[in-house]
């Protein structure tokens, strides 16, 4: 009889992949609905800038507050101008701090290394910071530092504000004395250099030197001329000026300024 044809038959086999995906978040945030995972990211964005403002805060705060703890540990009251106390303590220039209670702080030597004229404009620059309302304005500042502490901008703005309160003491002191006062008030400057804790209103931070030496040439013309030329005399300079000269851009500043001198 007659052969019946085999048909192949085809053998599908079907392959099952199973896929772990891992996610780290809430509980449900998967199935959460498009306006519920917003708020959650919200939320969470929200908790770290918070985060970081606090952490400014508590970092200044506390090194602001350790600062002026031991200066009233360690300093000794020397007199008082107006409402504030003088303080001789260990720091490199002179500054002021306290909202509530006014201090100056000026360092131990500070009758020694200066002469009477110049802790006249010492007291007066700090004494402007206090009647200005500088120290409840450093305040605020910070507090909206913390308030934009991601933001690079705000860093920068915050050193340009500190400089600005600067130039505006120099020129109020400055403005209540004769033009002869240029000179030795430029000298203090360098003299005085010096890093307070903020919020505190020390009378010359170090990185603003170099500034404040060019305004005061710009503003005041060519009596500031003279006193960069008193200012880089090694003759009339002590020890301890000698070294800022060589190290600090102030002092070449005041070099290229003055090559005739």
Sequence with gaps: GGHAKSTPQ??????MLRA?????????????????????IGITLFAVWL???????????????????????EGTVIGT???????????????????????IVVPRSFVKDYSADERDLVLAHESAHLMRGDLIANWVSLFVLAA??????????????????????????LAARTPNAL?????????????????????????????RLMILRQNHGRPAKSCLVVLRS?????PHLQSLHRAHPGWELASRLCPSA
């Excluded at 085809?10 to 392959?15: G, L, R």
């Excluded at 606090?54 to 031991?70: E, G, K, Q, S």
């Design 10 to 15: 085809t053998k599908i086999t079907t392959v």
């Design 183 to 211: 000179p030795l008030y430029a000298q203090v400057l360098a003299k005085a250099a010096g890093v307070g804790g903020l919020p505190a209103c020390n009378l010359n931070s170090q990185s603003n030197l170099k500034g």
């Design 148 to 173: 934009h502490w991601w933001n690079p901008v705000a860093w920068l703005a915050m050193r340009a504000f500190r400089e600005d309160q600067e130039f505006a003491v120099d020129a109020s002191v």
């Design 234 to 238: 090694p003759c009339s300079e002590p």
């Design 20 to 40: 772990t995906i891992l996610f780290i978040g809430p509980r449900g945030a998967l199935n959460a609905s498009p306006g519920q995972g917003l708020a959650t």
């Design 51 to 73: 985060a970081g403002a606090i952490a400014v805060l508590v970092l200044h705060a506390t090194r602001h507050f350790a600062f002026c703890a031991r200066l009233h540990r």
């Design 81 to 103: 101008v107006g409402r504030a106390r003088i303080l001789a303590a260990d720091v490199e220039g002179p500054l002021s701090f306290s909202v509530l209670r006014h201090f």
